[in-house]
């Protein structure tokens, strides 16, 4: 009993560490509503977890463990690809950002060069 409390403290403390608002998050609305069905289902999975083996058995997966690890393969597999689309995203953004800061020092160069002639 003291490990499924343990557990549930453990999903909701990440439910709400990436629940949390960053400024740079446009799909917070939807992304909270994933977290937390997935929190509800983390739950019910760890007081009743014959519910995961039956799905197991309805997929033609032998043990609940089996499909629980797929899923977090694939969550996992989703997660590093969007962290990778959203590496690149900031990388396009901060060259984007470098060449309007150098061409605003050369203006800036430039026209205080003309004032001193």
Do not use: C
Request: net charge positive; proline share 1%.
């Amino acid at each position: 009993m003291w490990i499924q409390i343990l557990l549930v403290i453990s999903i909701i403390l990440i439910g709400l560490t990436l629940t949390t608002s960053v400024a740079s998050d446009s799909h917070l609305a939807l992304r909270r509503l994933f977290i937390f069905g997935a929190i509800l289902v983390a739950v019910v999975l760890i007081f009743v977890p014959e519910w995961l083996t039956a799905i197991a058995n309805l997929l033609g997966i032998g043990r609940g463990t089996d499909l629980l690890l797929y899923a977090l393969v694939i969550a996992f597999g989703g997660y590093v690809a969007s962290d990778y689309r959203r590496n690149v995203k900031v990388k396009q953004d901060m060259t984007n950002l470098a060449r309007e800061l150098a061409l605003a020092e050369a203006r800036a160069e430039d026209a205080s060069g003309r004032e001193r002639r």
